[in-house]
């Protein structure tokens, strides 16, 4: 037998008996808005019916966490902390302008810790927040291959297009979308690896639905602009403190918003019509994305890779379409930190796992070294800046596994920091327990200590899900909260450490 035939058959062997594959699918600035969130899980009331049926079909495959939570909702920390499984306040990512291994340590990724098991490690699209000032163009070391990016991509970003547009198939042919560059390039990328020695690790990251919205025209068709409907809420919480809003006037440099007078002031948000065509825009992208990702795991299907490759998929934190009268990320509020994620691991999830349990972002990474059948990550200590591998999180393994719930943490904590003229530095620290979310805006200490002055109270928020899901009440300073606002802040300075016990 020939040497490259034996090698060949050695290798298919090794793909098939070896580990499973990972593909890793992210997507930008994406909320909860699929047909498989229906129910008391999905963004406050919106129309039409989605239409997501790729994302359906895989989450009916896997482990769909249906109340997971990002650590930070704003695209570098919160992609920072996912990667690392390390919350904000250890990787010092609050913004877009740093790298975690400058800030906060020289700590493996989830691309890195394949790559350095033996995984082939291959990067496409969006998955560190770009650019050297943010995560060191795209983290070499995570990755075995050169990073892909979309050659039109910054064709596309371009302000002059709009803040959304439908783009005719004659557009396209001259400047192809960027997402559907990426989709492409997965696919080869998949054909390639098909019979290749080692497993992979291939990241996805599409860069829809983020602003500007921007589509191929059809899927605007599944979107009747007379089915859109306005936010039932579009006024800040009663009882809210000024220091909770984001001033959301990023929006208003797109040349179509020039004249709408648009300030980003509390109880100010964008006039009903261009609210609407936001909203149509916001529904179409995520359809757009839905079918990018269809397209690849069909691929992944046809080439009989599908059963020996874990898939996950999740969308990097919130976004708020005019309820609040907010519009973007950039806060605590349920909209904004509230984002889909699942795990389809084959022969474990095939029938479909759906979780009410609350999870967060941080036990992504754990969860993919298990289901790939490494051994467990270690917890971090305390001062993890020197330790290249340890979660910060949980794996949801537990929830797969068992239908044992008892253990959980059930609880999720998230942050936000705000600079104020008179104050200083303030960190928004935020907590979803199944009935409440609690927030308190505490003085920050920024570098080196990157610590919370408790005592230093700048406004407290208290939502009680259990009857006011849309957060349109703060119930802080009602005095029927008393005892429970008590406990809350009690749980929410302990942590997440408090919560597990450790
Ligand atoms: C992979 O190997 C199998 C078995 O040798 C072969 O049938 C198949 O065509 C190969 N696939 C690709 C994409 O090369
Ligand atoms: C939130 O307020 C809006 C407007 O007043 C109302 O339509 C909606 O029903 C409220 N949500 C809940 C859950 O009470
Ligand atoms: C915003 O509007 C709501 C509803 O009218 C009101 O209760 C709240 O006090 C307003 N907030 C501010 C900061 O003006
Ligand atoms: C914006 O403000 C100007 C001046 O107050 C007013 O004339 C105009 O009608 C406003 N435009 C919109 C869209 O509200
Ligand atoms: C981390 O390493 C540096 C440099 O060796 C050392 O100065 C520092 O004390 C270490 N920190 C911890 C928490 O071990
Ligand atoms: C899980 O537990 C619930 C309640 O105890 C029970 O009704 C259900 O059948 C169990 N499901 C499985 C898959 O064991």
Redesign the pocket.
């Known amino acids: 037998m020939d040497i490259t035939l034996l090698l060949l058959l050695f290798a298919s062997c090794a793909a098939v008996y070896g580990k499973p594959n990972v593909l890793f699918f992210v997507s930008d600035d994406m909320r909860q808005q699929l047909g498989c969130y229906y129910g008391p899980d999905f963004p406050a009331p919106v129309h039409p019916k989605m239409h997501t049926p790729h994302l359906d079909e895989l989450a009916s495959k896997s482990l769909l966490l249906k109340k997971a939570y990002v650590q930070q909702s704003v695209c570098n920390p919160s992609r920072s902390s996912t990667l690392t499984s390390r919350r904000p306040d250890t990787t010092h990512v609050y913004s877009s302008e740093h790298y975690f291994r400058k800030v906060g340590g020289d700590f493996v990724t989830i691309p890195q810790f394949f790559k350095n098991n033996g995984y082939t490690s291959i990067g496409l699209g969006k998955i560190f927040h770009p650019g050297p000032v943010a995560s060191g163009d795209d983290d070499p070391v995570s990755w075995s291959l050169p990073y892909y990016h979309a050659p039109n991509e910054q064709h596309w970003k371009n302000k002059k297009h709009g803040s959304w547009k439908a783009v005719s198939k004659k557009m396209r042919e001259e400047k192809e979308l960027p997402d559907i560059q990426i989709a492409q390039k997965a696919k080869s990328v998949l054909q390639q690896l098909t019979n290749a020695s080692k497993p992979f690790f291939l990241a996805v990251g599409f860069h829809k639905p983020h602003l500007p919205f921007i589509f191929p025209e059809e899927f605007l068709d599944l979107y009747p602009a007379k089915e859109i409907r306005l936010p039932d809420n579009p006024y800040a919480p009663t009882e809210m403190p000024s220091i909770a809003w984001h001033r959301y006037d990023g929006i208003a440099a797109y040349p179509d918003m020039k004249?709408?007078?648009i300030t980003g002031d509390i109880n100010s948000t964008i006039?009903d019509f261009k609210t609407l065509e936001l909203r149509r825009a916001y529904y179409s992208a995520i359809s757009y994305t839905d079918y990018l990702i269809g397209y690849v795991v069909d691929e992944l299907k046809r080439l009989g890779l599908d059963k020996n490759t874990i898939i996950s998929f999740w969308g990097d934190h919130g976004w708020q379409l005019g309820e609040h009268g907010e519009w973007s990320k950039q806060t605590n509020f349920e909209l904004a930190t509230h984002a889909p994620m699942m795990v389809h691991i084959p022969g474990v999830t095939d029938k479909g796992i759906v979780t009410e349990h609350i999870t967060e972002y941080v036990d992504l990474f754990p969860t993919l070294v298990e289901a790939a059948g490494f051994p467990s990550l270690p917890v971090c200590p305390r001062d993890s800046s020197n330790v290249t591998l340890c979660t910060e999180g949980e794996s949801l393994m537990p929830l797969v596994l068992s239908n044992s719930s008892k253990d959980w943490k059930d609880v999720a904590f998230s942050q936000f920091p705000r600079s104020h003229q008179k104050i200083g530095s303030v960190m928004g620290y935020t907590m979803r327990t199944p009935s409440f979310r609690y927030t308190e805006w505490v003085k920050f200490s920024n570098e080196p200590k990157f610590e919370p002055d408790w005592n230093a109270l700048h406004g407290v928020e208290l939502y009680d899900h259990r009857t006011d899901p849309e957060e349109n009440h703060s119930r802080a300073h009602d005095a029927s909260y008393k005892s429970i606002r008590e406990m809350l802040s009690r749980q929410l300075r302990a942590g997440w450490r408090g919560a597990r016990g450790i």
């Open positions: 004249g709408l007078n006039p």
